[in-house]
């Protein structure tokens, strides 16, 4: 029977890891078997970038959490060596970066096991999809592009007419006074 006191830092470990998977718009569990120190290290410093947290997690633990969490369906998964990277602000970021990397990797030392969103697990084939999709920030930039895009073509149209027409109607100056004698 274990001690007590480790019981309960096994509780509280439990308690608080459920509370993120709760609170996280998104989370990919990651098998990263093989990564050297120095990969290991890129990622945590884009992951940290991004404000995506990222830590090595007992699948046992993480199984008690899961459940907890309403998210018994990454149990299956929960086998082997165990990453798991949840951000609460931007969705997409783990996803994105952790994709990113298990690219570069060939899926051989480092891959995506699940994934979940907004409290459901997804399917590693919609974790995948989402993963490609480009961050928050140039989403809306291509947004607002489009949203510019007419407004700017209208302004060019307008003075290609008003060039052709022969220019533009400069401002009236204002009269000069006359030099005091």
Request: hydrophobic content about 45%; some cysteine.
């Amino acid at each position: 029977m274990p001690n007590a006191s480790v019981l309960e830092a096994k509780k509280a470990i439990v308690a608080e890891l459920t509370e993120k998977l709760q609170n996280a718009a998104s989370g990919v569990l990651v098998d990263y078997k093989g990564i050297t120190v120095a990969e290991d290290t890129a990622l945590r410093n884009e992951l940290r970038q991004n404000n995506v947290e990222y830590a090595v997690v007992k699948n046992t633990l993480t199984r008690f959490a899961a459940e907890g969490a309403g998210l018994s369906e990454l149990t299956e998964c929960l086998n082997g060596t165990t990453s798991l990277a949840i951000s609460t602000e931007d969705p997409i970021a783990p996803m994105r970066i952790i994709n990113k990397y298990a690219k570069q990797f060939n899926g051989a030392k480092f891959a995506i096991k699940a994934g979940f969103m907004d409290g459901k697990v997804l399917p590693l084939n919609e974790v995948l999809a989402m993963a490609d999709l480009p961050s928050k920030e140039v989403l809306q930039a291509q947004v607002l592009g489009t949203m510019l895009a007419p407004i700017t073509s209208l302004a060019i149209v307008l003075k290609a007419i008003a060039e052709e027409k022969g220019g533009f109607v400069e401002a009236a100056a204002e009269p000069e006074a006359a030099p005091a004698e």
